[in-house]
């Protein structure tokens, strides 16, 4: 039986969702602006819907020490870097955490964290990354991250391992 939700964000396309416990959780993706239905544009915060509490909770990207207090409850502010508006790219967990990889020209090199208990983001540069759209991936411990996807303007596709720098 399917059973609709009340809240839901905006409707999108080109997003990625991941589910974490009890938690799903949606980010990026292109959606229609609520001021004019011929512009599009890229969501650079995270939604997430929990499961027990039946409610819709947004983490938005807050800048220059924004307080909190002017936020709805539905509203969760997050600190560090500032994440960016990524479509095609993949959401996915690790240690517990968020972690968001390929989708953009320009930032296809970052891997953004995001530690949930501390609302709080980290980019990490990964050297000599491919420009990969939509990547799949999957966490391999102790190994690091295989990572298969394809680069649509070079018609390549790529297979590989991120992994952390090995101390020569």
């Given at each position: 039986?399917?059973?609709?939700?009340?809240?839901?964000?905006?409707?999108?396309?080109?997003?990625?969702?991941?589910?974490?416990?009890?938690?799903?959780?949606?980010?990026?993706?292109?959606?229609?602006?609520?001021?004019?239905?011929?512009?599009?544009?890229?969501?650079?915060?995270?939604?997430?819907?929990?499961?027990?509490?039946?409610?819709?909770?947004?983490?938005?990207?807050?800048?220059?020490?924004?307080s909190s207090k002017f936020l709805s409850n539905n509203l969760i502010a997050t600190n560090g870097p500032i994440t960016h508006s990524r479509c095609?790219?993949?959401?996915?967990?690790?240690?517990?955490?968020?972690?968001?990889?390929?989708?953009?020209?320009?930032?296809?090199?970052?891997?953004?964290?995001?530690?949930?208990?501390?609302?709080?983001?980290?980019?990490?540069?990964?050297?000599?990354?491919?420009?990969?759209?939509?990547?799949?991936?999957?966490?391999?411990?102790?190994?690091?991250?295989?990572?298969?996807?394809?680069?649509?303007?070079?018609?390549?596709?790529?297979?590989?391992?991120?992994?952390?720098?090995?101390?020569?």
């Amino acid at each position: 039986m399917w059973i609709k939700c009340s809240d839901s964000p905006t409707p999108r396309s080109y997003h990625s969702t991941v589910v974490l416990g009890k938690r799903i959780y949606i980010y990026g993706g292109i959606q229609k602006s609520i001021f004019s239905k011929s512009f599009y544009h890229d969501d650079p915060d995270i939604w997430v819907y929990d499961i027990n509490q039946k409610q819709l909770l947004k983490y938005i990207n807050t800048k220059n020490n924004f307080s909190s207090k002017f936020l709805s409850n539905n509203l969760i502010a997050t600190n560090g870097p500032i994440t960016h508006s990524r479509c095609r790219a993949t959401l996915f967990s690790m240690n517990g955490n968020l972690a968001i990889l390929g989708g953009s020209e320009r930032f296809y090199e970052l891997i953004e964290f995001f530690f949930i208990n501390e609302c709080k983001w980290v980019h990490l540069r990964i050297k000599e990354m491919p420009n990969i759209e939509s990547p799949a991936i999957y966490v391999v411990k102790s190994k690091g991250l295989f990572v298969i996807g394809k680069n649509n303007k070079e018609d390549k596709l790529y297979i590989g391992l991120i992994k952390e720098r090995e101390n020569i």
